[in-house]
Antibody
């Protein structure tokens, strides 16, 4: 089955860290760029970060620059998001999304919830 | 930074046509993608590159893009079309989503 499965979310205190994972299966992970997108409770979608197939090109939204790090392990078919210095406003469902050659997100995971609270 | 503006809500009678707009400066120069998100579910791509449908998306869902406005059109609206719809583009390596439009089928 073609799917993306996120994990690693949870409750963390402000200033803390979390590492999210996104396991890909059913398709050749190595040929797709990948992204993280988040959605705060009751709010819209917000793009977080992009990584190219080799990991050589990476982009971040301004609100996570210097705090979040995207990476991938093509041997393990897994995408990661290391989140440091977390803030209350980072509370959201975090989705990983596969990108097509047309730059569209054609496959989404079910999301993992991150709650930043004391 | 580039911004996309969508109406907060659109209502359509069952069986009629709904149009959801997405406004951005010279948006016609960009590839616009549309995602549908039903309550409690992950988003699903319904239109890519302005007007193309992924496999499994019905023909009654279509898209267009001209000038400063991209439009998602849903013909013969069904109850199952009730969802939030988001437009999305890329701008200088940054992903940009519209604020989303809640479609209500009456």
């Amino acid at each position: 089955e073609v799917q993306l499965v996120e994990s690693g979310g949870g409750l963390v205190q402000p200033g803390g860290s979390l590492r999210l994972s996104c396991a890909a299966s059913g398709f050749p992970f190595i040929v797709h760029s990948m992204n993280w997108v988040r959605q705060a409770p009751g709010k819209g979608l917000e793009w977080v970060s992009y990584i190219s197939v080799s990991g050589g090109t990476i982009y971040y939204a301004d609100f996570v620059k210097g705090r979040f790090t995207i990476s991938r392990d093509n041997a393990k078919n897994t995408l990661y998001l290391q989140m440091n210095s977390l803030r209350a406003e980072d509370t959201a469902i975090y989705y990983c999304a596969r990108e097509t050659r047309d730059d569209a997100f054609d496959l989404w995971g079910q999301g993992t919830m991150v709650t930043v609270s004391s | 930074s580039y911004e996309l503006t969508q109406p907060l809500s659109v209502s359509v009678a069952l069986g009629q046509t709904a149009r959801i707009t997405c406004e951005g400066n010279n948006i016609a120069s960009k590839n616009v993608h549309w995602h549908q998100q039903r309550p409690g579910q992950a988003p699903v791509l319904v239109i890519y590159r302005d007007s193309n449908r992924p496999s499994g998306i019905p023909e009654r869902i279509s898209g267009s893009n001209s000038g400063n406005t991209a439009t998602l059109t849903i013909s013969r609206a069904q109850a199952g079309d009730e969802a939030d719809y988001y437009c999305q583009v890329w701008d200088s390596g940054t992903g940009v989503f519209g604020g989303g439009t809640k479609l209500t089928v009456l």
